[in-house]
């Protein structure tokens, strides 16, 4: 399984970025899905996470209102609006077949992707 995140990238207070994640080669099959961020020097910190059939999601309550997670059956993606200083981290989307815990808790039995780095500035 390799998952490839995109659309990180350098922006303002208040712009917005949408984040990728894709199930590159299409060989997760079926999976629930998550978004982490991390800062160097902290633990990595959980932002969203969507169910398979996105019939449940969860969102820290740092970007509830402000981010939204959303999925296809191959990719989950993270639409940032009102982007703040704070929320600069590194991104990191996982993935959990079903069947293997809870949708929005996540470990090293999981998928990981490699990262994408998201700065906003002041």
């Known amino acids: 399984v390799q998952l490839v995140e995109s659309g990180g990238g350098l922006v303002q207070a208040g712009d917005s970025l949408t984040l990728s994640c894709s199930d590159f080669?299409?060989?997760?099959?079926?999976?629930?899905m998550a978004w982490f961020r991390q800062v160097p020097g902290r633990e990595r910190e959980f932002v969203a996470a969507?169910?398979?059939?996105?019939?449940r999601l969860r969102y820290a309550d740092s970007v509830k209102d402000r981010f939204t997670i959303s999925r296809d059956s191959s990719s989950v993606y993270l639409q940032m609006n009102n982007l703040q200083p704070e929320d600069t981290a590194s991104y990191y989307c996982?993935?959990?077949?079903?069947?293997?815990?809870?949708?929005?808790?996540?470990?090293?039995?999981?998928?990981w992707g490699q990262g994408t780095q998201v700065t906003v500035s002041s």
């Open positions: 996982a993935a959990k077949k079903i069947g293997s815990g809870l949708y929005y808790t996540y470990g090293v039995d999981d998928y």
């Open positions: 080669e299409r060989t997760l099959g079926a999976a629930h």
């Open positions: 969507i169910s398979f059939a996105s019939v």
